[in-house]
C-alpha cells in the first residue's frame, strides 16, 4: 500500500510523441503526477486543461506536471493538439505504472461495476518520495487544490 513518505514506484513508459520517459528523469524537482481515466471525455478534458492553464505556475514552484492513463501514444498527441497540453502525457497501455500507484480499482457507474482508474493525484518530492496522496479528486478543482496546498 501507498503512503506519505513511501518511495514513489519509478516507471518508463512512452509520452505523446513516443519518447520515453522515467520518473526517475525528475529527480531533483517536485513533480505532480496525475491518474485520469480516459482523453477527450468531459471530466478528463476538463482537469488536463485546468493543469495546462496553471502550468507555468507550477513550473515557477519547480514543479513537473504528468498526465498518465491508459490511452495509446496517438490518442495522447491528438488529446495534447487538440486542447494546447504543454505538460507530460505518458501511455500505460499495459497498465504498469496505473497498478503500482494502486489506481486500477473496481468502479461502479450507473448499477455496472467494472475496473478502471480512480482519478488520483500524488505529489512527489524531489528525492522520489512521495508527499501527498489525493484519492478521488475532482477534475474541475483538482489544479487550483494542489497549487494552494504548495503555495
Known amino acids: 500500500m501507498l503512503t506519505v513518505g513511501s518511495k514513489a514506484p519509478d516507471f518508463t513508459l512512452p509520452d505523446k510523441d513516443g519518447n520515453v520517459v522515467s520518473l526517475s528523469d525528475f529527480l531533483g524537482k517536485k513533480v505532480v503526477l496525475y491518474f ?6 468531459p471530466g478528463c478534458t476538463r482537469q488536463a486543461c485546468a493543469f495546462a492553464a496553471s502550468y507555468n505556475a ?7 506536471v504528468i498526465g498518465i492513463s491508459k490511452d495509446s501514444v496517438k490518442s495522447h498527441l491528438n488529446f495534447s493538439e487538440k486542447h494546447g497540453l504543454d505538460f507530460v502525457l505518458l501511455s500505460d497501455t499495459e497498465l504498469s505504472a ?5 489506481v486500477w ?15 488520483t493525484t500524488f505529489i512527489i518530492d524531489e ?20 497549487l494552494e496546498a504548495i503555495g
Not at 36 to 41: A, F, I, L
Not at 105 to 119: A, F, I, L, N, T
Not at 134 to 146: F, G, S, Y
Open 36 to 41: 485520469y481515466p480516459k482523453d477527450n471525455t
Open 58 to 64: 507550477f513550473k515557477e514552484r519547480n514543479f513537473e
Open 98 to 102: 496505473i497498478k503500482a500507484y494502486e
Open 105 to 119: 480499482q473496481e468502479k461502479k457507474m450507473c448499477g455496472k461495476v467494472s475496473m478502471g482508474v480512480v482519478r
Open 127 to 146: 528525492k522520489g518520495f512521495i508527499e501527498k496522496i489525493m484519492p478521488k479528486v475532482k477534475p474541475d478543482t483538482n489544479a487550483a487544490e494542489i
